[in-house]
Every structure is written in C-alpha cells, then in structure tokens.
C-alpha cells in the first residue's frame, strides 16, 4: 500500500506564507505524478499544484499561479507546497495525492486557516 503523510498546515494572516510538506512511503513505485489538492468548505475538491515525477512537468491551477511553489526532492518520495502571499480564499483541507496508472492515493489532509 502507499502512505502519504502531510504536515505544515496552520493558521496564517492573509499576506503570509504556510509550507506544506508531504512524505510518501509504502509501494510508491510506478507514481507517475505527485500533487496538492484542496476542499474548502462547501466547496468541491480542486487540484492545486501537480508534478511529474519524469521530467518534472509542473502545473498550477489559475487561482495560485504566482503565488504557489510545488517542489520534490531527489528521491522522489517528498514533496513540499511553498505558498506565498496567502488569501483567505486559500483556506481549507489540502490534500496529497500520489498517481499511478491504475489508482490515485491520498493523504489524510492538512488544514489550512488564512484569516483576516
């Protein structure tokens, strides 16, 4: 089985900045990308940031294009959501998802609160 494992998530003003980070393990061979996604309330579930794990192709959704890092490191078995100049619509659970070909795992989720 895979495990994904987020932390970093907290309470910011707006204008701050928050790093999620997310450690895979188990069966992670075969991922082909690795991501963020994130539920705020009331709302359905977006994709936030992704990246392929060869070549490293990255996207962001509009809402966080300039504002958003997504990184891994080399092995390949952590990445890391840098996110600057926070909103109060950033709030809510962010998720770490790992993809395979066949199935897409998610970690148990990361609350993050900008407030006013």
């Known amino acids: 089985q895979v495990r994904l494992v987020e932390s970093g998530g907290g309470t910011v003003q707006a204008g701050g900045s928050l790093r999620l980070s997310c450690a895979a393990s188990g069966f992670i061979s075969g991922a082909i990308a690795m991501g963020w996604y994130r539920q705020a309330p009331g709302k359905q579930r977006e994709s936030v940031a992704t990246?392929?794990?060869?070549?490293?192709?990255?996207n962001y959704a509009d809402s966080v294009k300039g504002r958003f890092t997504i990184s891994r490191d080399n092995a390949k078995t952590q990445i890391y959501l840098q996110m600057n100049s926070l909103k109060i619509d950033d709030t809510g659970v962010y998720y770490c998802?790992?993809?395979?070909?066949?199935?897409?795992?998610w970690g148990q989720g990361a609350q993050v609160t900008v407030s006013s």
């Open positions: 998802t790992l993809r395979k070909s066949t199935n897409t795992y």
């Open positions: 990246i392929m794990l060869s070549g490293s192709t990255i």
